[in-house]
């Protein structure tokens, strides 16, 4: 019996394989409420999903692969999904929601960041410690997503749009402290999203996504130029 699917202090990663030291949810009837465990299956399988994928490919990735990392049965994985896309699609959803709001999120460590710059500075090495630890989120989305097919376009241009609009409320902010800046063109937004998947794809294509991190101060730069916002070091 689980009386707590996911024990505190141990909080999944967005991939995650389930091994034999984490047991299965229950099966039959149980003192977890249904919608607990619905609740749990789905998290499970939305990481697990991620972890194959990642590893395997999507075109080699298959249902049994997904429920064994997950450690559900087939049936649940049918309750929830109508096939291995409908999962991965709904998994990468989900992650770039939680990405957005961590880069959004204050710093834990720190107090608020004193200027524009370090505001854009603290959210971008959010982004790149996220991708950082999270290498197979991050060869999901910039490798294997495009592949899938029209529909996981669709999703990954809304993600991609939702980082160009923080980059885009960034700057409207910071011009609002500098009204000799010129407006920024529209594209700069997109190409800055850009710029920074390409080079975590570069990273994370070569095995090296724990040099992300690394990359926060050049890249800074690099966006500020984009967006033309000329602010001192």
């Given at each position: 019996?689980?009386?707590?699917?996911?024990?505190?202090?141990?909080?999944?990663?967005?991939?995650?394989?389930?091994?034999?030291?984490?047991?299965?949810?229950p099966?039959?009837?149980?003192?977890?409420?249904?919608?607990?465990?619905?609740?749990?299956?789905?998290?499970?399988?939305?990481g697990?999903?991620?972890?194959?994928?990642?590893?395997?490919?999507?075109?080699?990735?298959?249902?049994?692969?997904?429920?064994?990392?997950?450690?559900?049965?087939?049936?649940?994985?049918?309750?929830?999904?109508?096939?291995?896309?409908?999962?991965?699609?709904?998994?990468?959803?989900?992650?770039?929601?939680?990405?957005?709001?961590?880069?959004?999120?204050?710093?834990?460590?720190?107090?608020?960041?004193?200027?524009?710059?370090?505001?854009?500075?603290?959210?971008?090495?959010?982004?790149?410690?996220?991708?950082?630890?999270?290498?197979?989120?991050?060869?999901?989305?910039?490798?294997?997503?495009?592949?899938v097919?029209?529909?996981?376009?669709?999703?990954?241009?809304?993600?991609?749009?939702?980082?160009?609009?923080?980059?885009?409320?960034?700057?409207?902010?910071?011009?609002?402290?500098?009204?000799?800046?010129?407006?920024?063109?529209?594209?700069?937004?997109?190409?800055?999203?850009?710029a920074?998947?390409?080079?975590?794809?570069?990273?994370?294509?070569?095995?090296?996504?724990?040099?992300?991190?690394?990359?926060?101060?050049?890249?800074?730069?690099?966006?500020?130029?984009?967006?033309?916002?000329?602010?001192?070091?």
């Amino acid at each position: 019996m689980i009386e707590n699917p996911t024990p505190p202090g141990d909080e999944p990663r967005l991939a995650a394989v389930y091994g034999p030291d984490r047991p299965g949810l229950p099966r039959g009837r149980s003192s977890l409420p249904a919608s607990v465990v619905r609740e749990e299956q789905r998290r499970r399988l939305r990481g697990a999903v991620i972890a194959a994928v990642a590893e395997a490919g999507y075109a080699h990735t298959t249902v049994a692969m997904v429920v064994q990392r997950a450690r559900v049965s087939r049936k649940a994985f049918y309750d929830h999904f109508a096939g291995v896309e409908d999962c991965f699609l709904s998994a990468m959803a989900e992650a770039q929601e939680a990405i957005v709001a961590e880069v959004m999120a204050p710093p834990r460590d720190a107090g608020r960041p004193s200027s524009s710059r370090e505001l854009l500075r603290a959210a971008l090495g959010a982004y790149l410690g996220l991708c950082a630890r999270e290498p197979e989120y991050a060869r999901c989305i910039l490798v294997e997503l495009p592949a899938v097919g029209p529909r996981a376009l669709r999703g990954r241009l809304k993600g991609y749009g939702l980082v160009a609009d923080v980059l885009r409320g960034w700057r409207e902010h910071a011009a609002r402290k500098h009204p000799e800046w010129p407006p920024a063109p529209e594209h700069a937004f997109t190409a800055a999203v850009g710029a920074v998947a390409e080079l975590i794809l570069v990273h994370v294509s070569a095995g090296r996504a724990d040099e992300l991190p690394a990359l926060r101060d050049p890249l800074t730069e690099i966006l500020l130029r984009i967006m033309d916002a000329p602010l001192p070091a």
